[in-house]
């Protein structure tokens, strides 16, 4: 192993994205980001870019992305039209009785683009821009009902010869081609290793792969992901608005309340009053630094929390303050009702990790620990994902034994917000009368 030696981490978020490089012992070297989407592979490439002079010493690749996004591909590795976005409505429900989160999306790809050569996921299409290979991401064995089954293929009447065959996380899904390396800088014959669904990899990359541990994934959508044993799991089924699936760590699942997309709310609200261009800073202070009465702007609030639940922010009522104010507490509550479903399933939570564009603004982690009651950690780096496939590739390369074993050594704590008690106080009393 040598000093200069590095992973390329790439994340496909919804609106951005993502490359960092990291060394061998996990820290960070070089990282850079640009607005785009799952097919913009030029930008990926000016993204890239950005970190050329040290992509030749790039000995591992790993990729992650939002999902189930599916992209529909033509048998030349290229997209035919717009992705299905793993938030697109006209998706449909699921079909009673069936598993599958991919389905419903694949469907919906297949109707738009019933010509496609395959329909593959957002990871998966990078990876296989890269390497000319196709597969669909395994995180664990047991995920894999939750991918598709054969029988469920059939109940979808979506072609099953359309899929590409499913490869384990952390596998070797190809190595970057000539032609991939003479556009990026990667060398060619650079492994690139299977990754998967951004959530999972920010559990990696928070270090969330022991019983008890939170994460908080605060991007464009938001979710609580608990990491618990096998022994929880009838619990945690049984738990209303709770999703369980399985954990990319053998013999760990992951218990999810799913949230309002706080971000994309977010977004909407500074939009709506023209702030988009502000400094960060400036909104911070304008929502954060003066504390609510204990009976003051409850109204907007309550109208807040209502309508986040349909993905709607409240009209302009007040000062951009106050409604972004109530907004940003109603997020806050709905967070708390998650965090006290998942206590109800494990009663030990001490704390959560959050991961995502959130974890950059110091008034809203302090505004979360405040309603929480809890400690919010924020790691070294807020954007999980990418430490997350640093995790696979040094585990791909043997650096660590496992994935599992690559993020508990790989994790590090940037800072850690603590609740004020009279804060919490406060929150508390206002909480319980607007749901008493």
Same mark, same amino acid.
């Given at each position: 192993?040598?000093?200069?030696?590095?992973?390329?981490?790439?994340?496909?978020?919804?609106?951005?994205?993502?490359?960092?490089?990291?060394?061998?012992?996990?820290?960070?070297?070089?990282?850079?980001?640009?607005?785009?989407?799952?097919?913009?592979?030029?930008?990926?490439?000016?993204?890239?870019?950005?970190?050329?002079?040290? *992509?030749?010493?790039?000995?591992?690749?790993?990729?992650?992305?939002?999902?189930?996004?599916?992209?529909?591909?033509?048998?030349?590795?290229?997209?035919?039209?717009?992705?299905?976005?793993?938030?697109?409505?006209?998706?449909?429900?699921?079909?009673?009785?069936?598993?599958?989160?991919?389905?419903?999306?694949?469907?919906?790809?297949?109707?738009?683009?019933?010509?496609?050569?395959?329909?593959?996921?957002?990871?998966?299409?990078?990876?296989?821009?890269?390497?000319?290979?196709?597969?669909?991401?395994?995180?664990?064995?047991?995920?894999?009902?939750?991918?598709?089954?054969?029988?469920?293929?059939?109940?979808?009447?979506?072609?099953?010869?359309?899929?590409?065959?499913?490869?384990?996380?952390?596998?070797?899904?190809?190595?970057?081609?000539?032609?991939?390396?003479?556009?990026?800088?990667?060398?060619?014959?650079?492994?690139?290793?299977?990754?998967?669904?951004?959530?999972?990899?920010?559990?990696?990359?928070?270090?969330?792969?022991?019983?008890?541990?939170?994460?908080?994934?605060?991007?464009?959508?938001?979710? *609580?992901?608990?990491?618990?044993?096998?022994?929880?799991?009838?619990?945690?089924?049984?738990?209303?608005?709770?999703?369980?699936?399985?954990?990319?760590?053998?013999?760990?699942?992951?218990?999810?309340?799913?949230?309002?997309?706080?971000?994309?709310?977010?977004?909407?609200?500074?939009?709506?009053?023209?702030?988009?261009?502000?400094?960060?800073?400036?909104?911070?202070?304008?929502?954060?630094?003066?504390?609510?009465?204990?009976?003051?702007?409850?109204?907007?609030?309550?109208?807040?929390?209502?309508?986040?639940?349909?993905?709607?922010?409240?009209?302009?009522?007040?000062?951009?303050?106050?409604?972004?104010?109530?907004?940003?507490?109603?997020?806050?509550?709905?967070?708390?009702?998650?965090?006290?479903?998942?206590?109800?399933?494990?009663?030990?939570?001490?704390?959560?990790?959050?991961?995502?564009?959130?974890?950059?603004?110091?008034?809203?982690?302090?505004?979360?620990?405040?309603?929480?009651?809890?400690?919010?950690?924020?790691?070294?780096?807020?954007?999980?994902?990418?430490?997350?496939?640093?995790?696979?590739?040094?585990?791909?390369?043997?650096?660590?034994?496992?994935?599992?074993?690559?993020?508990?050594?790989?994790?590090?704590?940037?800072?850690?917000?603590?609740?004020?008690?009279?804060?919490?106080?406060?929150?508390?009393?206002?909480?319980?009368?607007?749901?008493?």
């Amino acid at each position: 192993m040598n000093s200069k030696d590095r992973v390329l981490s790439i994340d496909i978020g919804t609106s951005t994205i993502k490359c960092a490089l990291f060394d061998f012992s996990g820290m960070m070297t070089a990282q850079s980001k640009m607005s785009g989407s799952v097919i913009g592979t030029q930008v990926l490439l000016q993204v890239m870019k950005n970190l050329q002079k040290d *992509l030749g010493t790039v000995k591992g690749v790993c990729i992650s992305g939002n999902g189930p996004t599916i992209v529909p591909v033509s048998r030349q590795g290229e997209s035919l039209g717009e992705p299905v976005l793993w938030s697109d409505p006209a998706a449909g429900r699921p079909i009673p009785g069936t598993a599958s989160l991919f389905l419903p999306i694949i469907r919906r790809a297949y109707d738009l683009n019933p010509d496609a050569w395959m329909y593959v996921g957002c990871p998966e299409f990078v990876t296989g821009i890269m390497t000319g290979s196709w597969w669909t991401f395994l995180p664990s064995p047991e995920f894999a009902p939750y991918i598709w089954s054969d029988e469920e293929i059939l109940r979808y009447q979506v072609p099953p010869g359309r899929l590409p065959p499913m490869l384990s996380m952390g596998a070797p899904a190809g190595q970057v081609t000539r032609r991939y390396a003479e556009l990026s800088g990667i060398i060619e014959g650079t492994p690139v290793y299977a990754g998967g669904a951004d959530y999972l990899l920010a559990l990696l990359g928070t270090g969330v792969v022991e019983p008890g541990l939170v994460c908080d994934r605060a991007g464009t959508s938001e979710a *609580l992901n608990l990491a618990v044993d096998a022994q929880y799991v009838e619990a945690a089924r049984a738990q209303r608005g709770i999703r369980v699936l399985p954990h990319t760590v053998e013999g760990l699942w992951s218990a999810a309340s799913l949230l309002p997309p706080s971000g994309m709310l977010f977004l909407t609200f500074l939009r709506q009053s023209e702030l988009e261009n502000q400094a960060a800073s400036q909104i911070d202070e304008g929502l954060f630094s003066v504390l609510p009465g204990e009976t003051e702007d409850l109204h907007l609030v309550r109208e807040a929390y209502d309508l986040a639940l349909s993905r709607r922010v409240p009209s302009m009522k007040a000062s951009w303050q106050r409604s972004g104010r109530a907004l940003s507490e109603a997020l806050g509550f709905h967070l708390r009702r998650g965090l006290d479903d998942l206590k109800n399933i494990y009663p030990g939570i001490e704390g959560i990790r959050i991961s995502g564009g959130q974890a950059g603004s110091e008034g809203w982690n302090r505004l979360k620990a405040d309603i929480l009651g809890v400690p919010v950690e924020i790691p070294l780096y807020a954007d999980a994902e990418l430490l997350g496939c640093a995790a696979v590739s040094l585990a791909g390369l043997n650096v660590f034994n496992s994935v599992g074993d690559a993020s508990k050594q790989l994790y590090r704590t940037g800072s850690t917000i603590y609740p004020d008690p009279g804060r919490t106080e406060l929150y508390r009393k206002r909480f319980a009368t607007l749901f008493p």
